[in-house]
């Protein structure tokens, strides 16, 4: 299975990378089907703020998650929430106040999924599915407590969205830093 998110070499090879400077072979605009100006926007205006400047990291990540959210079929919208459940980055969400909302819901789920995993030592969380009459709530982990919270239709193939759910936190996770989330949020923040 491959789904919209193939990472490697070959990708350099097909066009740019997210963001002017940035090395990281796993991530290049055209490997994801947009062309190397949506990489030019985005890396301008990473996670809709044009005033903000951000490290490279920080313009990876973002980016990283908005592309998760427009190349991955059926999805809303996606948070990136941190450990002490706050809202680190937000792709496909139009305000602040219900990006915070989700992370709020995420935070609380998480929460919960945790604690039964732990009275009955069922081991670490993976992904916590909520499914609704129209559409799923998907958590997934993403390594040093943070996690990411995805809407998602009714229509989506949730096996799809697990597997681009879990390439997503194998590529993006290792770079949530606690220095690149306190990052992330002051620009979420501005």
Do not use: C
Request: hydrophobic residues 45%; glycine residues 12%.
């Amino acid at each position: 299975m491959t789904g919209p998110f193939t990472y490697g070499t070959a990708d350099s090879a097909r066009g740019g990378y997210p963001v002017a400077g940035h090395h990281d072979e796993d991530y290049t605009a055209a490997g994801y089907g947009h062309s190397g100006d949506y990489a030019a926007s985005y890396a301008a205006h990473p996670n809709g703020h044009p005033d903000v400047s951000l490290s490279p990291e920080a313009e990876a990540f973002t980016w990283q998650l908005e592309t998760f959210t427009s190349t991955t079929a059926g999805v809303l919208g996606a948070v990136a929430v941190s450990s002490d459940g706050l809202l680190v980055a937000k792709a496909a969400i139009d305000d602040r106040g219900s990006a915070d909302r989700l992370a709020a819901v995420v935070s609380g789920m998480t929460s919960l999924a945790t604690g039964a995993a732990h009275t009955y030592t069922l081991g670490m969380l993976n992904r916590v599915i909520v499914d609704m009459s129209d559409g799923y709530l998907l958590i997934s982990a993403l390594g040093s407590g943070s996690v990411l919270g995805v809407v998602a239709e009714r229509s989506a193939d949730l096996a799809t969205a697990a597997y681009e759910m879990t390439l997503f936190a194998m590529r993006a996770g290792s770079r949530l830093t606690p220095a690149l989330i306190v990052e992330l949020r002051g620009a979420m923040a501005s």
